[in-house]
């Protein structure tokens, strides 16, 4: 491997273990040649059977390393390619599911170049989808395109800060930040929303990050993924960690009067915006076929988001 100093960027890819698709996401970066000096970092997240250095084998890949991280869950998979050190100055998440397309590495190099004042970035992603799969009508609604498979687009041509007109945080599955956070001891919370977690902290402490359009990837949906069931049950993880989160800033916030008074006020608050979501889950099964099951999906969101923010031991436990 390159010694780090010289090292531009490292490409970390956690995988639970799904061999042929990380190997598409290798044949990906291998057929787009780059000047750049760039490793891959693979990290087998306690798959069974183990990933094997011969299986990830890609001619094109210039320097490749396969850690292992035996407790499961991506933040540990993530926090191990980050302990073991040796990365570039930039350093890129990518899941195992992801298509890289022509000139990926470079448009992400040019981009943390020509923005010096932003240190976490993302691009565009789009839905790959499985061959042989029918698509159900409710596939098409942005919340399922975000929530369910991941999506980032903001929609604008122009570059636009987090938190600006636009998401505090990008898609976990295709962003990249300055390995000078993690140098400072930044790390993966053991949350299931780790990669949020991680910029929104960051970004509360006055890490800038940014949406640059030009950077594009696919997202290739695993034929597991598209079911309503999966849909829902992310809707609830998601709305509950979202609370935690927001809490959890909140109490590290000046304690100004009118803050002070927020915080009174706050259960109030939840209480009525939970019984309106209760409402929204009634009405959302009026709703036509294909915006039924994101409705639900929204309101089950909003209702684990405010019960999370009234439950009396919230915000004691995201690392």
Same mark, same amino acid.
């Given at each position: ?18 061999? =042929?698709? +990380? ?15 760039? =490793? ?8 069974? %059977? ?23 869950? #991506?933040?540990?998979?993530? /926090? ?12 890129? &998440? ?6 890289? %397309? ?7 190099? /040019? ?7 932003? =240190?976490?970035?993302?691009? #565009? ?9 029918? #698509? ?14 991941? &999506? ?8 636009? =800060? ?7 945080? %990008?898609?976990? /599955? ?20 780790? @990669? ?40 609830? #993880?998601?709305?509950? @960690?979202?609370?935690? +989160? ?26 009525? @915006? ?29 209702? @684990? ?15």
């Amino acid at each position: 491997m390159e010694s780090s100093r010289y090292l531009a960027l490292s490409i970390v890819i956690p995988t639970p273990g799904r061999v =042929e698709s +990380l190997r598409a996401v290798l044949a990906g970066l291998a057929a787009r040649p780059t000047n750049e000096i760039y =490793e891959v970092v693979v990290v087998d997240n306690a798959s069974e %059977p183990p990933v094997t250095e011969d299986a990830l084998r890609t001619p094109g890949i210039r320097s490749l390393r396969l850690l292992r991280e035996p407790q499961k869950g #991506k933040c540990f998979a993530l /926090n191990r390619a980050l302990d073991e050190g040796g990365l570039g100055e930039i350093v890129a &998440v990518v899941d195992d599911d992801m298509s890289p %397309p022509e000139g990926w590495i470079d448009l992400v190099m /040019n981009a943390t170049r020509r923005l010096p004042q932003y =240190e976490i970035f993302s691009g #565009k992603s789009h839905v790959v989808w499985p061959t042989g799969v029918p #698509k159900p009508a409710w596939a098409e609604e942005p919340l399922a395109q975000g929530l369910l498979f991941s &999506v980032f687009d903001t929609r604008s041509d122009t570059d636009v =800060e987090f938190g600006v007109r636009c998401p505090r945080f %990008p898609s976990g /599955n295709h962003f990249w930040f300055r390995r000078t956070l993690t140098d400072a001891g930044a790390r993966f919370p053991v949350v299931w929303c780790t @990669e949020a977690y991680f910029v929104v902290r960051l970004g509360a402490v006055g890490h800038r990050g940014v949406f640059v359009p030009e950077v594009r990837i696919g997202h290739r949906i695993q034929p597991e993924l598209v079911d309503a069931r999966k849909f829902l049950e992310r809707a609830h #993880k998601i709305g509950r @960690e979202m609370a935690v +989160l927001d809490v959890g800033l909140t109490k590290h916030k000046p304690a100004s009067p009118v803050a002070r008074l927020r915080g009174h006020l706050r259960p109030l608050r939840a209480f009525l @915006e939970l019984c309106g979501w209760t409402g929204a889950l009634c009405l959302a099964y009026l709703r036509s076929a294909r915006r039924r099951l994101p409705a639900r999906a929204q309101a089950i969101w909003g209702i @684990e988001y405010c019960r999370a923010r009234l439950h009396p031991s919230l915000g004691g436990t995201a690392g």
